[in-house]
């Protein structure tokens, strides 16, 4: 499990990169919780909400699992235990969705005609929900531009990862997260100083 201050790490870092990268000026920051209220979450998760509606960030608040699908942010930002089994599962729900297309289409000789008819509408869904054309995570935090591909990825899911890494070094990536996080805590209220001995016997 991730610290609360990594979880607002990342929040910085994925603004960020929405920027550098997609070009929003504010990116939105959804934190993914198990429900939209405050009070929802363990602790770790709750105490991370608390340090993202204090820090200068777009921070939309707490999100659900269909949150991701709805777009209701730019930045999702969970730990990877939760982002992994998120990520894996949507492969899945992509690959069940086209199978289940499939065999319907192919139940008996009208359904046939009728996959003919639909073939352009079937074949940019396809192309929609390719988890392939996605390929390629950015690791961030690094001092150099990494992402990591999938085990199982082929030429066109490979040829997606390196057209990302691209992207990130063509927009300077790296340095402007540097940016970011010390503009961010140029922001940050300066902590308070610590008590002196006599205000600390008093």
């Not at 959804?30 to 200068?56: C, F, M, Q, T």
């Not at 949507?90 to 008819?117: C, H, P, Q």
Request: one cysteine or more; hydrophobic letters at 45%.
């Amino acid at each position: 499990m991730r610290t609360p201050e990594q979880l607002l790490q990342f929040a910085i870092m994925g603004s960020t990169l929405v920027k550098a990268v997609e070009g929003k000026e504010n990116p939105s920051v959804g934190l993914l919780n198990i429900g939209s209220e405050e009070i929802k979450g363990n602790e770790v998760v709750k105490k991370a909400g608390e340090l993202l509606r204090a820090a200068p960030l777009n921070f939309h608040g707490n999100i659900e699992g269909d949150d991701i699908y709805k777009g209701t942010t730019d930045v999702v930002v969970c730990d990877g235990f939760a982002g992994n089994v998120a990520l894996k599962t949507s492969e899945g729900l992509a690959k069940m969705l086209g199978d289940f297309l499939k065999e319907e289409y192919t139940r008996n000789w009208l359904s046939r005609i009728a996959a003919l008819v639909s073939y352009p509408v079937i074949k940019r869904f396809r192309r929609r929900v390719d988890h392939r054309r996605y390929n390629g995570a950015a690791l961030l935090g690094l001092k150099g531009i990494v992402v990591k591909s999938h085990g199982s990825a082929d030429r066109l899911a490979f040829a997606a990862a390196l057209k990302r890494a691209a992207s990130e070094a063509s927009h300077g990536l790296i340095e402007r997260i540097g940016e970011e996080i010390a503009r961010l805590n140029a922001l940050a209220p300066a902590p308070a100083p610590a008590a002196g001995p006599s205000e600390r016997a008093a």
